[in-house]
């Protein structure tokens, strides 16, 4: 996620330099077709091609709503991760073996929270596993997930074995699904201490609805993940936006070029190019910026700068339940990867 308030400067134009520049350069072949080449029929009215052009706006800023709505219905299933997990933390804390503080009481508690922050890194780490940018990336891309590759921490041993035994971690490793493993065997944990009696039934009750709203959570955000943005939305505003921009400069001769035909001199003759070759690169980035915008937006568990920051989730997460077990000796926030959290 990004987390600063304005994009630099250097940002901006490393991705829409690019872009622009070759909206400029295709008005510019344009007009030289037209002037030089002779080709007229390059020349349409700009009227039909502003009618597209709005019909286009349209239709990416539905399909950037929709994508947005994505990225906020995922940021809220975290939130619900994040409340959640405070909850266990205090229910583990006043509900096994209340009034007891010896040392298997504390370790008991503390093997309940620590499964927990292994399970809320495994989902994180699954979540992220597979991403489509991985697929042919985007040399900026591709760059950015190099450069950030430890903020990422997608190291599956890294990030879960702190939190779990020898033993456990290597079970549920093993399993296609660890998360929702590690879910099952919070609740085995939980039948064994009611069994023993050292956790009331009723008590007991409360911390499985708890493990049932975590598999809930882990369900929406699997909903998701496994559910592309319907690519009838995303291919169609690729494809109109590509048109679109491909049809510009060929309206910008009958705003620009008029005078081209009965011009005496070279200047006259290429006096509208410049005009041509800004209001096409403008117009092609406004437009093709808009039209990434949602295509970065639609997945919110991809390893974007757009994605829900999970990793500054479970530490906050990890903190507070840590804190909870009386340690002190706990990691720091989150850190920024230059402007984005992740």
Not at 8 to 24: D, E, F, H, K, M
Not at 118 to 132: D, M, P
Not at 174 to 187: D, E, F, S, Y
Not at 329 to 340: I, T
Request: proline letters at 5%; glycine letters at 6%; one cysteine or more.
């Amino acid at each position: 996620m990004i987390v600063t308030r304005r994009f630099p400067i250097a940002s901006v134009l490393r991705w829409g330099l690019p872009t622009a520049i070759v909206g400029g350069t295709w008005a510019a072949a344009v007009f030289a077709l037209y002037a030089y080449a002779g080709l007229s029929f390059v020349r349409v009215p700009f009227l039909p091609i502003a009618t597209i052009g709005t019909a286009v706006a349209f239709y990416i800023g539905f399909k950037n709503n929709a994508a947005y709505d994505r990225f906020w219905e995922g940021r809220k299933i975290w939130g619900g991760i994040v409340n959640s997990s405070r909850t266990w933390g205090t229910a583990v804390m006043s509900y096994t073996d209340p009034g007891e503080d010896d040392e298997r009481v504390k370790e008991t508690r503390r093997v309940l929270v620590y499964r927990h922050l292994a399970y809320i890194n495994a989902l994180r780490v699954q979540l992220r596993k597979t991403s489509r940018f991985m697929d042919n990336p985007h040399a900026v891309t591709k760059r950015r997930l190099e450069d950030h590759a430890d903020h990422m921490r997608n190291d599956w041993d890294k990030e879960i074995s702190p939190f779990l035994s020898k033993d456990e971690f290597s079970e549920v490793s093993a399993r296609k699904n660890p998360a929702t493993h590690i879910l099952a065997r919070q609740g085995d944990h939980l039948a064994r201490l009611e069994l023993a009696g050292r956790l009331d039934m009723f008590r007991q009750l409360e911390l499985m609805h708890l493990v049932e709203e975590f598999y809930a959570l882990q369900g929406k955000c699997e909903r998701i993940k496994n559910t592309p943005f319907p690519r009838q939305y995303a291919e169609f505003s690729r494809l109109f936006v590509r048109v679109f921009v491909f049809l510009v400069p060929l309206g910008l001769l009958d705003v620009f070029g008029a005078n081209i035909e009965s011009a005496t001199t070279t200047f006259e003759t290429l006096s509208p190019l410049i005009p041509m070759f800004v209001s096409s690169a403008l117009i092609t980035w406004v437009f093709m910026t808009m039209e990434g915008i949602g295509d970065s937006s639609e997945d919110p568990f991809e390893r974007s700068m757009n994605d829900v920051p999970m990793n500054a989730l479970c530490r906050t997460i990890e903190i507070d339940l840590r804190e909870m077990l009386g340690e002190t000796d706990l990691p720091d926030k989150e850190p920024r990867a230059g402007n984005v959290l992740y």
